[in-house]
């Protein structure tokens, strides 16, 4: 079974809240860990990327991935309105020479000023 | 222009129509996506091209029927469609077709089918 399970949300916190975004996944074959930010009426972007097991940070943003419980976790530090957006994991396992993504079906997040 | 860009950003359109949807990179890329994306599901991808040759269809039903007829341009012609294909069908593109690749979407088109 394929599927990232991913709570819709909606999810809302006050500005500077710290928030933990987080997908699970059945499949143990997935290497790759992805997430995008989808602002209303725009296309998906990446935001971050990992291989396998651990933490990757950027700027406010921490990913995280357990490879072991597989679960996979976004922290956004010091939110900020502009974070406001639909924010969805993906995994893949890239076997047999395809590199499609699973997507979960995304967490609509609104940080109020 | 730049980026991923897709006309019509919205379209309504009847079972029995015939319509296209059309996607144009400025990118410089090679691999060109269509995804469907559903209210509530996740997103689909539904077809990939690689260099111009179809590399992934995902069991997409033939009233889709893609075509790319360069490295920069990808359409998608839909006809006889139901109503639960209304969706935002996003368009996307990358370097090469790979999980290395960022692949780079457009804004979609929202389609609805009446």
């Known amino acids: 079974q394929k599927e990232v399970e991913q709570d819709p949300g909606p999810l809302s916190v006050p500005e500077g809240a710290i928030v933990s975004l987080n997908c699970t996944y059945s499949n143990s074959a997935f290497q790759y860990f992805m997430w995008y930010r989808q602002y209303s009426r725009k296309g998906p972007e990446l935001l971050m990327y990992t291989y396998s097991s651990g933490n990757k940070e950027d700027g406010r943003f921490t990913a995280q991935v357990d490879k072991s419980s597989k679960y996979i976790s976004l922290f956004i530090r010091d939110s900020q309105p502009s974070d406001s957006a639909t924010y969805l994991c993906?995994?893949?396992?890239?076997?047999?020479?395809?590199?499609?993504?699973?997507f979960g079906k995304g967490t609509k997040l609104s940080v109020i000023p | 222009e730049t980026g991923v860009t897709q006309t019509p950003r919205h379209l309504v359109m009847g079972m029995t129509n015939k319509k296209s949807l059309k996607c144009e990179q400025h990118l410089g890329h090679n691999a060109m996506y269509w995804y469907k994306q559903s209210a509530k599901k996740p997103l689909e991808l539904m077809f990939v091209y690689n260099f111009k040759e179809q590399t992934e269809n995902n069991s997409v039903p033939s009233r889709f029927s893609p075509e790319c007829p360069n490295s920069s341009h990808l359409f998608l012609h839909l006809h006889t469609l139901q109503p639960e294909d209304s969706a935002l069908y996003l368009c996307a593109s990358s370097q090469g077709y790979s999980l290395m690749n960022e692949q780079y979407f457009g804004p979609g088109t929202r389609l609805t089918v009446t």
């Open positions: 993906a995994a893949s396992d890239s076997g047999a020479g395809s590199y499609q993504l699973t």
